[in-house]
């Protein structure tokens, strides 16, 4: 891999709970709406209490509005009062690459766990496992601001 903040990982020889999210994140893909660019991905993140929630990207012919599958899954999970989540599988095609959150999902996810573990796999179920903190470093979170009231 060359990149320190992965590690490829054996889908055989992970928890059943994550083999889960990866397959729904590879599910909910299939129902992604992306009739630009052809780019389908899915998402399923894996709550503390268990629950798994799946969002996929929706995109606009103004690309700027799309909506990316990571923070559409956080979006669902916020309105089935979702808050703390364990882990999140995110599932692409891009040839040889793995496809890591972008920066503005990135941010979102570390706005709720900078711990999370997060799994990127392909449909052929290559994986690779790392982080919010990996992918985020020194991130801007709610506990380094204080708002007055």
């Known amino acids: 891999m060359g990149d320190n903040n992965q590690e490829s990982v054996k889908y055989e020889l992970l928890d059943s709970s994550v083999k889960t999210i990866i397959q729904k994140a590879q599910a909910i893909r299939e129902k992604a709406y992306c009739p630009y660019s052809k780019f389908a991905v899915g998402a399923a993140l894996l709550c503390e209490d268990g629950t798994i929630v799946d969002g996929c990207n929706v995109e606009n012919v103004s690309y700027g509005l799309t909506i990316c599958a990571e923070r559409a899954a956080i979006c669902k999970a916020i309105s089935q009062e979702q808050k ?27 706005e709720f766990n900078t711990g999370m573990e997060v799994y990127l796999c392909k449909p052929n179920n290559d994986i690779v496992k790392t982080s ?18």
């Open 132 to 149: 919010v903190t990996k992918l985020l470093p020194l991130s801007f979170t709610p506990n380094w601001v204080s708002f007055s009231t």
């Open 84 to 110: 703390s989540f364990k882990c999140i599988a995110i599932c692409a095609e891009m040839e040889d690459y793995f496809v890591s959150p972008c920066g503005a999902c990135r941010q979102v996810l570390a």
